[in-house]
């Protein structure tokens, strides 16, 4: 009973996480576009480990296709190396998309416990505070530390090249797999979404 009870604890703590694994520090959006929601997409992610670029596209693909939005894929057109803005602007026309959305990271910051946000500190407490906690899940209070990226998306309207809807978002990172490129991904496409700039 009592492991039953620690596993459901474990994924209740796992789920809590992973709903707040990317938070918005900056959002911009043209209000001057009014071309509506886009429907051809090129994906680019620019990461430091091509195989975590490929898996971020191919899920921003996998997500865009199920709101109904065609994509191409940046690791397929320009395979080898991130490509320049001038070799994405050479192939616009050929490709017959309407938008660019690049995906770069921008930088990476640790923090120790003490710097987390409000509401990640609640949860911790919590956690640490309960006497069914884990005891691997209790960390003292300053010496937690958790890594984080700093990542810009942007997406472009491919008729005129210019930035039409850009975020800085950060993200726990808590290891490059599917379900941290699912997570992120699902973020940044919901406030898109929300954006009015896919459905």
Same mark, same amino acid.
């Given at each position: 009973? !009592?492991? !039953?009870?620690?596993? &459901?604890?474990?994924?209740?703590?796992?789920?809590?996480?992973?709903?707040?694994?990317?938070?918005?520090?900056?959002?911009?959006?043209?209000?001057?576009?009014?071309?509506? *929601?886009?429907?051809?997409?090129?994906?680019?992610?620019?990461?430091?480990?091509?195989? /975590?670029?490929?898996?971020?596209?191919?899920?921003?693909?996998?997500?865009?296709?199920?709101?109904?939005?065609?994509?191409?894929? /940046?690791?397929?057109? &320009?395979? /080898?190396? *991130? *490509?320049?803005?001038?070799?994405?602007?050479?192939?616009?026309?050929?490709?017959?998309?309407?938008?660019?959305?690049?995906?770069k990271l921008i930088g990476k910051e640790t923090k120790s416990y003490q710097d987390y946000p409000d509401d990640y500190k609640a949860v911790l407490r919590q956690w640490e505070a309960s006497d069914r906690a884990l005891p691997q899940a209790r960390t003292p209070l300053g010496v937690e530390r958790q890594n984080y990226a700093h990542i810009r998306?942007?997406?472009?309207?491919?008729?005129?090249?210019?930035?039409?809807?850009?975020?800085?978002?950060?993200?726990?990172?808590?290891?490059?797999?599917?379900?941290?490129?699912?997570?992120?991904?699902?973020?940044?496409?919901?406030?898109?979404?929300?954006?009015?700039?896919?459905?």
């Amino acid at each position: 009973m !009592k492991n !039953k009870r620690r596993i &459901f604890l474990l994924f209740m703590l796992m789920a809590i996480t992973s709903c707040m694994a990317t938070r918005f520090s900056d959002v911009w959006v043209d209000d001057t576009y009014q071309k509506g *929601p886009v429907k051809d997409v090129l994906v680019i992610a620019i990461l430091p480990d091509p195989k /975590g670029s490929k898996m971020v596209e191919e899920e921003m693909a996998r997500q865009l296709k199920s709101r109904g939005v065609n994509t191409v894929l /940046g690791s397929v057109e &320009f395979p /080898g190396k *991130p *490509p320049s803005r001038e070799d994405v602007v050479s192939r616009l026309d050929n490709l017959g998309v309407d938008a660019v959305l690049v995906t770069k990271l921008i930088g990476k910051e640790t923090k120790s416990y003490q710097d987390y946000p409000d509401d990640y500190k609640a949860v911790l407490r919590q956690w640490e505070a309960s006497d069914r906690a884990l005891p691997q899940a209790r960390t003292p209070l300053g010496v937690e530390r958790q890594n984080y990226a700093h990542i810009r998306t942007s997406l472009f309207d491919a008729e005129t090249q210019k930035i039409i809807w850009s975020a800085l978002t950060e993200t726990w990172i808590v290891g490059m797999d599917s379900r941290l490129a699912s997570s992120f991904v699902s973020t940044v496409l919901q406030k898109l979404a929300d954006d009015k700039l896919i459905r």
